[in-house]
């Protein structure tokens, strides 16, 4: 091996080093104190929204795991760099972790809700990197195959150690990180949460009809597990509900303060709900359905007595990321909740815990707040919420949009009857039909299953009879108010995708 390439490897090694006592410091000062973590939520907040964008349709609900990894992969080449400047010139490679320090506690203190400990972690860890760097440096230049000092024997033994410890660095330093991370998680509200015993609703769930499952399609229900994830938080925020609090203030009469004690006291309602991302692309998964429980926005909202030209609520999350909706809208009558149940148990905590926001018929960049903690009565043309300011829309409808899950795309039939299905959706409006169309032949309705509410997605069906060959079906919805999908197509910047889904399937 080179010896270059033991010093790049050195530095390497040094900067998991760091890493991995960060991890462990910011057991004490708070996970989003972590370099890693302040860095990246520096980088969602400032990076352009096309970017974005992109990350979301090529990663999906993956995007902050992408993100994670090519910090990372940034960060040791660096740290290569480091490594092979220090091996002829340590003051200047010291210089660069210092500069690695600093990134990283100017990143941490800046973060919403971060104190002056914030710092601490990159601190301690750029200490480490430099212990560690200049030990393997010893190590690396005791192994140079041109120190005429040592023999062969002496050169391999010496190259052993240096293999030797830059695997116990890396080892200790994966070990820390992982414990760190899995730690942090753990210590904060899994406890509370499992505790919770959620309060009886004064207005049960809706019973689902017969036949509100259709086979071939998303479930009506979609579990916790598999509910998607988008939002900005590259660490889930971990919020005690002892702690809680939940400020309703700006341009009110009557400014209100709620703790977790009090939002268990108020009135509480089951609904089935379905939620979109205005990312999903036509045809795509970003969309699900849940029986959410919660106290109605509207009566809050009229006990705190909002000004006449309060025209939007801002909601914000703990860790400073913010939405907007319509006041008018919230206070409508439709079904919007402060929830803290999700399909009969505490909300998740990576949905929200111990409160969110859930509003049927706005895409959830300006309505679905998670780990919410002020809600605050204001004008749009005195704020703009965080996605505002990158190019999306201030006010988001959902679009009325259809899906087919059966058959799927590419795959193969035999000639005979088809099962076609899947789910449309048009929240707080309702679906009135569905349509098919087998290549470019005329459109047939399909059968729609039963639904609980409009505020749901609904599922369809139909059967065609499939003839030898390939073949495209595409599908359409129209809405209770006489909507129907337009087929032109378009991204989902700014309000939403538009489009029509289709699959293409070989029969034979």
Not at 133 to 158: F, K, V
Not at 232 to 260: C, E, F, Y
Not at 416 to 437: K, L, P, S, Y
Not at 456 to 483: C, E, F, K, M, N
Request: hydrophobic share 45%; aromatic share 6%.
């Amino acid at each position: 091996m080179k010896a270059s390439i033991r010093s790049g490897l050195g530095g390497v090694a040094a900067a998991a080093a760091a890493l991995g006592v960060a991890e462990v410091t910011a057991l004490a000062t708070g996970a989003r104190s972590a370099p890693i973590v302040a860095v990246g939520g520096v980088v969602v907040d400032h990076v352009p929204a096309p970017v974005k964008d992109f990350a979301v349709a090529v990663f999906g609900v993956h995007d902050k795991t992408a993100l994670i990894v090519g910090t990372v992969l940034l960060l040791a080449a660096y740290a290569y760099g480091v490594g092979v400047l220090a091996r002829r010139r340590w003051a200047p490679a010291v210089a660069g972790i210092a500069v690695f320090g600093l990134v990283g506690a100017v990143a941490a203190v800046t973060r919403p809700g971060a104190g002056g400990t914030s710092v601490i972690p990159s601190v301690v860890g750029a200490a480490a990197a430099v212990l560690v760097l200049r030990h393997l440096r010893g190590r690396a230049g005791a192994a140079e195959t041109d120190d005429g000092a040592d023999g062969p024997y002496q050169i391999q033994e010496s190259r052993r150690r240096f293999l030797r410890d830059l695997g116990i660095v890396a080892a200790a330093a994966a070990a820390a990180g992982v414990a760190g991370r899995m730690l942090t998680s753990r210590r904060a509200v899994t406890v509370a949460r499992q505790s919770i015993a959620l309060p009886s609703p004064v207005e049960p769930r809706p019973v689902l009809p017969a036949g509100v499952d259709v086979p071939g399609t998303t479930p009506y229900v979609t579990p916790n597990r598999a509910f998607y994830r988008i939002d900005t938080a590259l660490v889930t925020p971990q919020v005690d509900p002892s702690a809680w609090q939940l400020r309703i203030h700006g341009m009110v009469r009557n400014p209100i303060t709620l703790t977790w004690a009090d939002l268990l006291k108020r009135p509480m309602v089951e609904r089935y709900v379905t939620i979109a991302c205005v990312s999903n692309e036509v045809g795509g998964d970003l969309i699900g359905n849940a029986l959410w429980l919660g106290t109605p926005i509207r009566d809050l909202l009229e006990e705190a007595g909002p000004l006449p030209e309060a025209d939007q609520v801002v909601q914000r999350s703990v860790d400073g990321w913010t939405c907007g909706a319509p006041t008018a809208t919230l206070r409508d009558g439709r079904d919007a909740l402060l929830a803290i149940g999700m399909n009969g148990e505490p909300l998740p905590v990576e949905h929200g815990f111990p409160a969110r926001m859930i509003v049927p018929g706005l895409y959830g960049y300006v309505s679905a707040c998670k780990w919410i903690t002020e809600i605050e009565l204001t004008r749009f043309a005195d704020f703009d919420a965080y996605w505002v300011p990158r190019g999306w829309s201030a006010l988001a409808p959902v679009k009325t949009q259809s899906r087919i899950d059966s058959p799927g795309d590419g795959s193969r039939k035999p000639v005979g009857d088809v099962t076609v299905a899947g789910v449309a959706w048009a929240t707080h409006r309702g679906i009135a039909t569905v349509e098919v169309q087998v290549d470019d032949g005329p459109w047939q309705p399909a059968r729609l299953a039963a639904a609980v509410s409009a505020d749901t997605w609904r599922q369809w069906s139909l059967t065609w009879a499939a003839s030898a060959g390939r073949h495209t079906l595409r599908v359409r919805a129209t809405d209770l108010d006489g909507v129907t999908q337009t087929p032109l197509e378009a991204p989902p910047a700014p309000d939403g995708a538009t489009g029509l889904h289709q699959v293409t399937v070989d029969v034979g």
